[in-house]
């Protein structure tokens, strides 16, 4: 099948790159002239581990390639995915989705046959919407299906992430759509891995959900860490402990710092 990717930032570049592995023809797109520059030449902008094997690997496959004009390859494509950055607002967790909207208008007014719009960036419940909606106002007769399919991938692991996830869940309940998404899937079925389909703000609300889960966790054996200093126990054992009951399970339950990065913080304040 053949997929555009909208924006060669850290999800962008490793789901396209991924997405090439399994053996579908993949545009990576965008605006910054300096990065596609960069990329065509062999450079990857990012640190992940097996990632610059990986996009020179299917660049010589010919399955993998960069441009600033997506015109073509969205005209072309049986999946755009949006990729794009939603920078946050401080103090409030606000989603700034100029970028996504901007993807949106560009793509409606390029697609050619009935087309999946796929919001691979961790978004609001309710963007599934709203993207629809400019997509119809700017091309009423346009065949199309936006659909939900975040990403759950971690730095340092994300290739392994993507191949071989827990699960993959996407927000549609487009027939055509979903078969779509299966065929774009159809890798991961070696694995058995589940692929749970869901209505779109269910999808998107998932991300959400999950992230707020894990941060909690984190906080959660921070505050009993805390305790144990007072009473005179092992932390790392009442972790263990804890962690072999199935219903707890032991990820995420290393007392440390607290959370961080570039996920955890922002989704939680935005949830």
């Known amino acids: 099948m053949r997929i555009a990717m909208i924006g060669t930032g850290y999800v962008g570049l490793v789901s396209g790159a991924c997405f090439a592995d399994f053996g579908h023809v993949v545009t990576c797109i965008d605006k ?21 094997d990986l996009v020179a690997r299917n660049v010589a496959a010919g399955r993998l ?3 600033l004009d997506g015109t073509r390859a969205i005209a072309e494509a049986d999946a755009v995915f949006i990729a794009v950055g939603t920078p946050t607002r401080r103090g409030d967790g606000h989603a700034d989705l100029s970028y996504v909207h901007a ?5 409606a007014g390029l697609i050619d ?4 719009i796929v919001t691979k960036s961790t978004v609001p419940v ?8 400019i997509i119809r106002r700017v091309n009423p007769n346009a065949q199309f299906a936006v659909v939900s399919n975040p990403e759950f991938l971690r730095e340092g692991a994300a290739i392994e992430d993507f191949k071989r996830p827990d699960r993959v869940v996407v927000g549609t309940e487009d027939e055509r759509a979903q078969a779509v998404m299966r065929e774009l899937y159809r890798p991961l079925s070696l694995n058995e891995t589940p692929i749970v389909f869901t209505g779109r703000r269910t999808s998107e609300l998932i991300k959400y959900a999950a992230n707020a889960f894990l941060a909690m966790k984190i906080t959660f054996i921070n505050e009993m860490a805390d305790l144990c200093e007072k009473v005179g126990a092992d932390v790392q054992q009442v972790a263990k402990g804890i962690g072999l ?3 707890i399970g ?11 990065g570039s996920c955890f913080p922002k989704d939680t304040l935005a949830l």
């Open 32 to 52: 910054d002239a300096g990065k596609i520059a960069r990329l065509e030449s062999g450079e990857i902008p990012i640190f992940e581990p097996g990632l610059d």
């Open 65 to 67: 390639s960069f441009t």
């Open 103 to 107: 993807a949106a208008e560009e793509i």
């Open 113 to 116: 046959g009935f087309t999946v």
């Open 126 to 133: 309710g963007t599934g919407d709203e993207v629809e909606a």
């Open 245 to 247: 009951d199935k219903r």
């Open 250 to 260: 032991g990820k995420f339950l290393n007392a440390g710092p607290g959370y961080g």
